[in-house]
């Protein structure tokens, strides 16, 4: 295929009527528009994280990504006003006979703005020193007008035995304390669109979820989680946190990257219902699922039961319980002891098996695979696709 030729993408009329599509010549993925009878053609292939512009819709003359939103000219493939040091190729179009032809050769490259890496996303290396412990606070509350948490209490209760007991560094973090956005569900477009760091987190520097990414990912040894029971659920600020961390987890799926190695996890449970076991289930397989080990006995928990709505005096049994405070020191304890013994002995692993687990490639897909590949390698065509995008 030579690029000095114009090869015919179909119908001018039909990507007229469509306004945005994606069509492909060969290999090349290109994003084809039509606005006021005026035709482009530009990359189909966004410079951010790969998304396909083509899928998109279109802001007046410029592109936007349906997975992060980035706009590009839908000529020209220049950034948007503020961004013009970013641009994606654009390929020269005309109209013959009633056919839209393309140019396989670029009119204009492909620029990537200069951009300092977020500070998550350097490699992950433990640093040396005493095993850390960090805290995460999951309960809602008003800071100006502050109440008794009986689950935040505990786990103040464990980070003091950690660090006066042990000698532990520790710190904690209240998710009512900081200010982050919830999930906006880049999975549900593609695999690909959820990132480490997470796109949000990319994108506001006010978002402060960054701090229990630090967290996770790069300071803590242990991480102790602590909960109210909300209608037989964790809190709804866990769940916040949570969805979140998904990005964590799709490096797993989609890099087999694992970013949480020799870690630790504990949770303290407590509330005036029950289903202590049910809340405990999910936060158990959650926190394995995206790298954590955890102690024996994991857990420590109070509840009071669900016809107990006295909610005083649940309260006031926390706060005079000594064997649950010796309970949140004996799990400090517990997940330390782990963390010093996974610490010491952490070599380099072999990278995660795919069988039965996510991104777990199907024998079917892989003798699909090969067979698309020995083809192109006999030489035999592909043929142009065109698919239909949204139109703008």
Same mark, same amino acid.
């Given at each position: 295929m030579s690029n000095e030729t114009w090869h015919d993408l179909g119908p001018a009329e039909t990507?007229?009527?469509?306004?945005?599509?994606?069509?492909?010549?060969?290999?090349?993925?290109?994003?084809?528009?039509?606005?006021?009878?005026?035709?482009g053609a530009v990359s189909n292939v966004c410079n951010h994280a790969g998304g396909p512009?083509?899928?998109?819709?279109?802001?007046?003359?410029?592109?936007?990504?349906?997975?992060?939103?980035?706009?590009?000219?839908?000529?020209?493939?220049?950034?948007?006003?503020?961004?013009?040091?970013?641009?994606?190729? #654009?390929?020269?179009?005309?109209v013959e006979h009633g056919r839209l032809l393309v140019r396989a050769e670029p009119a204009?490259?492909?620029?990537?703005?200069?951009?300092?890496?977020?500070?998550?996303?350097?490699?992950?290396?433990?640093?040396?020193?005493?095993?850390?412990?960090?805290?995460?606070?999951?309960?809602?509350?008003?800071?100006?007008?502050?109440?008794?948490?009986?689950?935040?209490?505990?786990?103040?209760?464990?980070?003091?035995?950690?660090?006066?007991?042990?000698?532990?560094?520790?710190?904690?973090?209240?998710?009512?304390?900081?200010?982050?956005?919830?999930?906006?569900?880049?999975?549900?477009?593609?695999?690909?669109?959820?990132?480490?760091?997470?796109?949000?987190?990319?994108?506001?520097?006010?978002?402060?979820?960054?701090a229990v990414y630090e967290a996770f990912v790069h300071w803590?040894?242990?991480?102790?989680?602590?909960?109210?029971?909300?209608?037989?659920?964790?809190?709804?600020?866990?769940?916040?946190?949570?969805?979140?961390?998904?990005c964590v987890q799709n490096q797993i799926t989609i890099r087999d990257r694992v970013l949480i190695r020799h870690k630790v996890a504990g949770f303290i449970i407590t509330g005036g219902q029950d289903n202590i076991q049910g809340v405990a289930g999910q936060m158990l397989a959650f926190f394995s699922e995206i790298g954590f080990h955890l102690p024996q006995f994991p857990f420590?928990?109070? #509840?009071r039961g669900w016809t107990a709505e006295d909610m005083e005096k649940n309260v006031a049994e926390v706060r005079q319980s000594e064997e649950l405070r010796e309970g949140a020191r004996d799990l400090a304890r517990r997940s330390a002891t782990l963390a010093r013994m996974l610490v010491d002995q952490a070599t380099d692993e072999a990278k995660t098996a795919r069988g039965g687990r996510k991104a777990h490639r199907l024998e079917v897909e892989k003798a699909?695979?090969?067979?698309?590949?020995?083809?192109?390698?006999?030489?035999?065509?592909?043929?142009?696709?065109?698919?239909?995008?949204?139109?703008g």
């Open positions: 990507f007229k009527q469509r306004g945005l599509c994606e069509a492909g010549v060969g290999r090349l993925k290109l994003a084809i528009t039509c606005k006021d009878g005026v035709f512009l083509g899928q998109g819709r279109l802001d007046g003359e410029y592109l936007v990504c349906p997975w992060h939103n980035w706009k590009f000219h839908r000529r020209t493939g220049l950034g948007q006003p503020g961004n013009e040091a970013a641009a994606v190729p #654009s390929h020269e179009v005309k204009s490259p492909r620029k990537q703005a200069p951009h300092v890496p977020h500070p998550l996303a350097r490699p992950v290396a433990r640093a040396g020193g005493p095993i850390r412990v960090a805290g995460i606070s999951t309960t809602v509350m008003d800071r100006a007008n502050p109440r008794y948490s009986t689950s935040e209490a505990l786990l103040e209760v464990a980070l003091a035995c950690a660090r006066d007991e042990l000698g532990c560094e520790t710190q904690l973090l209240r998710l009512s304390d900081l200010k982050f956005g919830a999930c906006e569900g880049y999975y549900s477009k593609s695999a690909q669109a959820c990132t480490w760091p997470c796109s949000i987190t990319q994108f506001d520097p006010d978002d402060e979820l960054t803590a040894d242990v991480v102790l989680v602590a909960t109210p029971i909300r209608w037989g659920q964790a809190s709804s600020l866990y769940f916040k946190m949570a969805e979140r961390m998904n420590v928990a109070h #509840s699909q695979s090969d067979g698309v590949r020995r083809a192109i390698r006999r030489g035999q065509a592909v043929n142009c696709k065109l698919r239909v995008g949204r139109p």
